[in-house]
């Protein structure tokens, strides 16, 4: 019985993954539970399971004392020498049991903690599973697209996870059978196993992709400084390169815009602005608020970061982007509130008579 005991928990192993150490201390402890139960002891009872050696023993310890006070714990000398013969007042004695002796409720008992250590195993290996995919990108399948409540129900593999409708691209239309990319923003654990969020609108998303896309990204050479994203709008992204040699938003853009035309395509034809990253504020928010033309930048003083950024009037517009979407971008990726005037000091008829600002 004990070789075929030790088999299934090898075979468990193998085909759930499961450590064997793990199950066998958790078999240990509901082994415990069961003879506590049936023989009414407290916590003496002695748990061997050795795969090494195939042993497998279970005994109540109890002290041998010349006066029993607590049965549950201790026994007589005379008791004791029934099971072991050289046993002496001040030693412990091991009563062993067999299985079979555990009683019905306690094998049930037995039973029921094992599974639950099963299912808790199986949890705690998934949700490790899919905590390590956290903050990258996977590939998933839609199931089921839920319009009333705007929910995706997406395939990860061993896992399903819900996409909102917050976290959907606006406008994009999903399909069942469909395949997307997914961004995983984070893992929490729940008694129903792990709870996967995931994001099509994410920032770390299109950062991802550049990782996957751009090799002098993946090893370093090129790093994403910053990153500000209106998901199925635009996106800008900041890049810089420690090597002179290397140009980091070519490295970005690829031969004949290559790279950046494959990820556009991906996020369906969303809008793409590489820029490259400086430690001089002025010199970087003068980069950001590409494609528009910045005649000056002047840092202001006071708690927050602000500035004041001025353009040509015929570039204001530029500027600002459609609803204010450039500057409101430009803002996120440097950091600072931006006030965008034109170089005349004043708006032309067709613009609002107020500065412009971008928080």
Known sequence: MNSEFFEALSLLEKERGIS??????????????AVKKSYDVEENVSVVIEPVTGKFSVAIVK????????????????????????????????????????????????????????????????????????????????????????????????????????????????HEGERIK???????????????????????????????EVPEIFDGTVEIKAIAREAGMRTKMAVFSKDENVDPVGACIGARGARVAKIVEELGGEKIDIIRYSEDPVEFISAALSPATVVKVELLEGETKSCRATVPDHQLSLAIGNRGQNAR??????????????ESGYYGEDEPEQDEKAE
């Open 63 to 174: 002290d041998v004392v010349d006066e029993v006070e607590d049965p549950r714990t201790q026994m007589t000398l005379e008791e004791a020498q029934t099971v072991k013969k050289s046993a002496r007042v001040g030693t412990q004695i091991e009563i062993p049991l067999k299985p079979k002796e555990f009683g019905r409720i306690a094998a049930q008992t037995a039973k029921h903690v094992i599974r639950q250590a099963l299912r808790e195993a199986e949890r705690t290996q998934m949700y490790a599973e899919m905590q390590s995919r956290a903050h990258e990108i996977v590939t998933a399948q839609v199931m089921k697209v839920d319009e009333a409540r705007g929910l995706v129900v997406v395939d990860l593999g061993k896992n399903e996870a819900v996409l909102p409708r917050n976290e959907q691209v606006p406008g994009e239309v999903l």
């Open 20 to 33: 064997e150490e793990y199950l066998i201390e958790k078999i240990k402890a509901a082994i415990v539970i």
């Open 182 to 212: 997914v961004y995983v923003i984070d893992v929490a654990v729940t008694d129903r196993g792990p709870k996967i969020m995931i994001s099509r609108t994410h920032p770390g998303l299109v950062k991802r992709m550049f990782e996957m």
């Open 329 to 342: 971008l430009t803002a996120r990726l440097t950091g600072y509130n931006i006030d965008i005037r034109p």
